[in-house]
Nanobody, 124 residues
Framework: QVQLVESGGGLVQAGGSLRLSCVTS????????MGWFRQAPGKEREFVAA????????DYADAVEGRFTISRDIAKNTVYLQMNSLKPEDTAVYYCASRRFFGISTYPADYPYWGQGTQVTVSS
């Protein structure tokens, strides 16, 4: 059973930064994809960013491209989401997710493993 534990959320002013972390207890390797998704109140869960564990490929949603950076620390079994220039519209619960094989997907239904989520609130 894969367990994902997120941390690092909080309250920040617009223009500020936060770094989210996700520790995985599952297998890691070139076939594993780690993704970040977010869900704002009343909205569907949406793709934010993803990385292949080998680090050879990343993908970002248009809304965060250039502001957010996804990375991983192999030794710590941890994936990070560095969020800069935060905007009020980035406010949401952020979830870490993982899948094996078939590469990066932007669809939540393609990820079988999920963390509990961490709240990010950006004030204006």
């Amino acid at each position: 059973q894969v367990q994902l534990v997120e941390s690092g959320g909080g309250l920040v002013q617009a223009g500020g930064s936060l770094r989210l972390s996700c520790v995985t207890s599952g297998r890691t390797g070139s076939s594993v994809v780690m993704g970040w998704f977010r869900q704002a109140p009343g909205k569907e869960r949406e793709f934010v960013a993803a990385i292949i564990w080998s680090g050879t490929n990343t993908d970002y949603a248009d809304a965060v491209e250039g502001r957010f950076t996804i990375s991983r620390d192999i030794a710590k079994n941890t994936v990070y989401l560095q969020m800069n220039s935060l905007k009020p519209e980035d406010t949401a619960v952020y979830y870490c997710a993982s899948r094996r094989f078939f590469g990066i997907s932007t669809y939540p239904a393609d990820y079988p493993y999920w963390g509990q989520g961490t709240q990010v609130t950006v004030s204006s």
